[in-house]
C-alpha cells in the first residue's frame, strides 16, 4: 500500500457512503461554497416518471466561483494555477489570482456582446489557457458552453452548433501538432455558413495570416480592454452549467446536459478522494478541452481541488518520444491521467526515453476512456513503477461526468479490471432481459441509481435521455459489457451498441456511415471497429458503390477519396482505415445491418448464428 493516499481505505469510505448516502452527499457538498444552502440533499424519479433527478434543492452555488474566489480566500491566490506549454514553443504560467482576472476579463467581453445566462456559447479552442478561460468565463456568468472538440470537422461542428442553437461562436484560427499549424478559422467559417442565429464569431488570433471576415471579432482586443473584475452570477444547482455532445447510436449526436451543483459537488469529491489531490500535487491531464475529461479534470477539477495543474496542447510523442517525461520532470508533476492509447504508445518507444528523465516526483498514473489491456498496464507498472508510480485504471462516461469504477492507488491493481464502485454509484450486470449475471460472465452493465454528477437530460430530446433508463435492466443502460470477479472487481470489455472506441474517443458508426452517404459514389455503408494494436479500435467501412462493383486501381482511388473525404466532414478522429467494397450488406429481414458478419469477415471468424439474415 502507498502510503500518504488520501482515500488509504477504499472499504472504509464506501462504507461511510452506505450508512447514509444522504449525509455522505450532504457534507461533500458542504465542502463547497454556497451562495444559498439547499434545502433536500436529493429527488429521484423512476424511469417510469421520466428519470429526472434533481440534488441540492434549492441550493445557489457558481462552479468558476467554487475554482477560483473560494481558493483565492483560501489563501491560494498566489499558487500557479496552471503551467501551460504549447509545442509552437509558447509557455507561460498563471497563479490563481491571475486566472481570476482573465476568467473575469472574458467574462466581461461575453457581457459586452449580450451574452448572458441560459445562453448557448459554442467553444471550437484548442487545449490552451484562453480555451479553459472560456469555459469558466461562460459558466461565471451562467451563459451555457459548449466545447466541440477543435479537430472535429465543418459539418459534425455546423450540426453541434445548430443543435445548441448558439448565439456566438468561440475559436482559435490556429493549433499546433506535430510541428504543423492546423487552420481552424476556414473550419468555423464552412460551420457557420448561413447560421444566421449565431451572431458573433470570435477570433482569438494566433497566427492572424488574414483580416476577420463578417460578423467576426478579435477575442484578444476586445478582452483586453475589460475590466479584470466580474464577480459570478448566482446560480441554481439544477442550472445547465454546459453541454457536451457524444456519440450515440443514430447519426446525430447527443448533447449530454451537465448542472453546476451536482457536478461541481462530484468532481471536486473525486478529485479530492479519489484522483488523491492534495494542494501541493501538480496536476497533470494530456486530454483536450474537447471531451469530458477535458471538462471535468482540465477545466474544473484541479481548480476546484486547488492544486497546480500542467496544461500542454500537442502531441505527446511530439517533438520527440521523451517530451512527456521531460515535462513530468521540469514541473515536477506528480498526478498524471491518460489514455491506454497514450500507454501503448509509450510501449512503443520503449523504456529509453523515460529513463533519461528524473520522474520520481510520480505518484499516480490514472488512466481511462478505453479498455486498459493488461500488456499496457503491466508495461507502465513495471517501467513506472521502479520510479515509485502507481499505475491505475478507472471508467466513466461523458454522461457520467466523473468516475464510477476505479482502482484506489492504495488498492491492489488488477490488470483488466477497472477497479472498483466509486461510493455512491451502485452497479448491476446483467442479461439482455434484467437477470442478475454471476460472478466472471459478462453481461450489461447498469448503474441502479443515478448520481449528483450525471447528466440531467440531452438537450432538446428529453425521449433520447429517458432511453438510457429502463426498468426491465433495472436502471441506467450504460451501454457497455462489464464483467466482475468474486473479489467485486470490475472489467469493462467494450460497448454493447454500435459506438466505436477508436484511441479512447467515442464515434457512433451511424455518424461515420452518415458520412460517407453524402459522397455521391456511395448508396449504401456500414462501419465496424476492428482490434488495433495502438488505438484499440480501428475503423472499417463496407461500401456499396453506385455502378458496377469498383476493382483495381478504381478501387483505391476511390478508397482514398472517401477516406479524404470523412476527415473533411468529421474531422480526422473519424477516418476509416480502410474502405472495403462490396455487391451488397448483410441484413436481418427486418433490414437491420448485421455489422458483426462484417467484422467476423475482417477477422476470419466464425459467423455464428445467421438465422435471421435475409441474404
Ligand atoms: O465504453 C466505455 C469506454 O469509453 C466510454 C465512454 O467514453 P467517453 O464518453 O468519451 O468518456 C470517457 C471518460 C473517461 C465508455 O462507455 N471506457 C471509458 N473508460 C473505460 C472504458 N472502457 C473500459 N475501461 C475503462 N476504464
Known sequence: MRSGAFVADYDAWHRSWAADPHAFWDAAARELDWFAPWSQVSEIHGPDQGAGHRWFIGGKIN???????????????????????????????????EVLHEVSRVANCLKSFGI?????????????????????????IGAIHSVVYAG?????????????????????DATYRRGKVIDLLSIVERAVQGLGFVENVLVHRREAVRPL??????????????????????????????????????????????????????????MRHYYDTRENDVWWSTSDIGWIVGHSYICYGPMLAGCTQVVREGAPDWPDAGVVWSLIAKYRVSTMFTAPTAVRMFMRAGP???????????????????????????????????????????????????????TFPAMTARPGFAGKPMPGVELDIVTP???????????????????????????????????????????????????????????????SDDVLNVAGHRIGTAEVESALLT?????????????????????????????????????????????????????????????????????????????????????????????????
Not at 470537422?153 to 475559436?171: F, T
Not at 479584470?228 to 446560480?235: D, E, G, L
Not at 528523465?357 to 500488456?375: K, Q, W
Request: aromatic residues 6%.
Open 152 to 172: 472535429i470537422g465543418p459539418d459534425a461542428l455546423r450540426q453541434r452548433i445548430e443543435d445548441a442553437g448558439a448565439r456566438m461562436v468561440i475559436c482559435a
Open 63 to 97: 462552479l468558476s466561483h467554487n475554482c477560483l474566489e473560494r481558493n483565492i480566500e483560501r489563501g491560494l491566490g498566489e499558487r500557479v494555477a496552471l503551467h501551460f506549454e504549447s509545442e509552437n514553443g509558447a509557455a507561460r504560467s498563471f497563479t490563481y489570482s
Open 352 to 406: 529509453e526515453p523515460v529513463e533519461k528523465h528524473d520522474i520520481t516526483s510520480l505518484r499516480v498514473l490514472y488512466c481511462a476512456g478505453e479498455p486498459f489491456n493488461p500488456e499496457a498496464q503491466e508495461w507502465a507498472a513495471r517501467h513506472l513503477g521502479k520510479h515509485g508510480a502507481a499505475v491505475v485504471d478507472n471508467y466513466w462516461q461523458t454522461e457520467i461526468a466523473s468516475p464510477m469504477i476505479g
Open 519 to 615: 459522397h455521391p459514389a456511395v448508396v449504401e455503408s456500414a462501419v465496424v471497429g476492428l482490434p488495433d494494436a495502438l488505438k484499440g479500435e480501428c475503423i472499417v467501412a463496407f461500401v456499396v458503390a453506385k455502378g458496377s462493383e469498383p476493382v483495381g486501381r478504381v478501387a483505391e482511388d476511390l478508397e482514398a477519396a472517401l477516406i479524404v473525404h470523412v476527415r473533411d466532414t468529421l474531422g480526422p478522429i473519424a477516418q476509416p482505415s480502410k474502405v472495403t467494397f462490396v455487391a451488397s450488406l448483410p441484413k436481418t429481414r427486418s433490414g437491420k445491418i448485421m455489422r458483426r458478419l462484417l467484422k467476423a469477415r475482417e477477422l476470419g471468424q466464425e459467423v455464428g448464428d445467421i438465422s435471421t439474415l435475409e441474404d
Open 213 to 270: 471576415g463578417q460578423r467576426q471579432s478579435d477575442f484578444e482586443q476586445c478582452v483586453r480592454r475589460q475590466s479584470p473584475q466580474c464577480s459570478a452570477v448566482v446560480t441554481d444547482a439544477e442550472d445547465p452549467a454546459f453541454i457536451l455532445y457524444t456519440s450515440g447510436t443514430s447519426g446525430k449526436p447527443k448533447g449530454v446536459v451537465h448542472v453546476h451543483g451536482g457536478y461541481a459537488v462530484g468532481v471536486h469529491l473525486l
Open 116 to 140: 448572458t445566462k441560459g445562453d448557448r456559447v459554442v467553444v471550437y479552442m484548442p487545449l490552451t489557457p484562453q480555451g479553459i478561460f472560456t469555459m469558466q468565463a461562460c459558466a461565471r
Open 433 to 495: 432481459e434484467g437477470a442478475a449475471v454471476p460472478d466472471g460472465k459478462g453481461g450489461l452493465l447498469v448503474m441502479k441509481k443515478p448520481v449528483p454528477y450525471m447528466m440531467r437530460t440531452i438537450w432538446g430530446d428529453p425521449a433520447r435521455y429517458l432511453a438510457y433508463w429502463s426498468r426491465m435492466l433495472g436502471g441506467y443502460v450504460t451501454g457497455d459489457i462489464a464483467v466482475r470477479d468474486a473479489e467485486g472487481y470490475i472489467a469493462v470489455l467494450g460497448r
